[in-house]
């Protein structure tokens, strides 16, 4: 156990509908990010949050939206789904926001779009 | 082009090889250099961290890391069966939290 919680671990779902995703980072951890990763491409960084609020963003679509919460929780909502958000979706948290020795990873929520 | 490429593989070695896994990259501002391994889709495990340029050992791993080639190798000595995985190269820019990843090189170690 690596200490970030991701649930659920698969989803399947229909194309058009809405599915959050959530994220427990490891305890102390402020940053919470959120990768996707299809068959055909790597780690693909969609956005960064830090203690509730957004840091960094990468190529998300504007079907996805996401959130920190008081708590520390991320969730990430995808909405309008197609086929080619089938991924795996992984959070990852590490202490700071403006350094980087490293994420400790989810194990991942498995979307499958039908 | 990708900021981050990443030699693709597959690799297969026998038991006890010595394993060099290769990421170039063109973004000058990389300051650190991380090493995952990714088991089968699950989440990517942390392996080593360095900032700028050298070398880090850890066991029977070492990250080197040469700023001026904008090059970056993680040695594996004695190779193990349960270092089949996938190796992710991966790196940040200084005051940036976020990480951009290579593609990842599969490794398989034959017993």
């Known amino acids: 156990d690596s200490g970030v919680t991701q649930t659920p671990k698969h989803l399947i779902t229909a194309t058009g509908q809405r599915v959050t995703l959530r994220c427990s980072p490891r305890?102390?951890?402020?940053?919470v990010y959120w990768y996707q990763q299809s068959l055909d491409q790597g780690l693909q960084f969609l956005i960064q949050y830090y203690n509730g609020e957004e840091r960094a963003k990468g190529n998300i679509l504007e079907r996805f939206s996401a959130q920190q919460f008081p708590d520390l929780h991320s969730e990430l909502n995808l909405s309008s789904l197609e086929l080619g958000d089938s991924a795996l979706y992984f959070c990852?948290?590490?202490?700071?926001?403006?350094?980087?020795?490293?994420?400790?990873f989810g194990s991942g929520t498995r979307l499958t779009v039908v | 082009q990708k900021e981050v490429e990443q030699d693709p593989g597959p690799l297969s070695v026998p038991e006890g090889a010595i394993v060099s896994l290769n990421c170039t990259y063109s973004n000058s501002a990389f300051q650190y250099f991380m090493w995952y391994r990714q088991y089968s889709r699950k989440g990517p495990e942390l392996l080593m961290y360095t900032y700028s340029s050298g070398n880090k050992e850890d066991g029977r791993f070492t990250a080197q890391v040469d700023k001026s080639s904008k090059y970056i190798s993680l040695f594996i000595r004695d190779s193990q069966p349960s270092d089949s995985a996938t190796y992710l190269c991966a790196m940040s820019a200084t005051n940036a939290g976020k990480s951009t990843f290579g593609d990842g090189t599969t490794l398989t170690v034959k017993p």
């Open positions: 305890s102390g951890d402020l940053s």
């Open positions: 990852a948290s590490s202490p700071h926001f403006d350094r980087n020795y490293g994420y400790t």
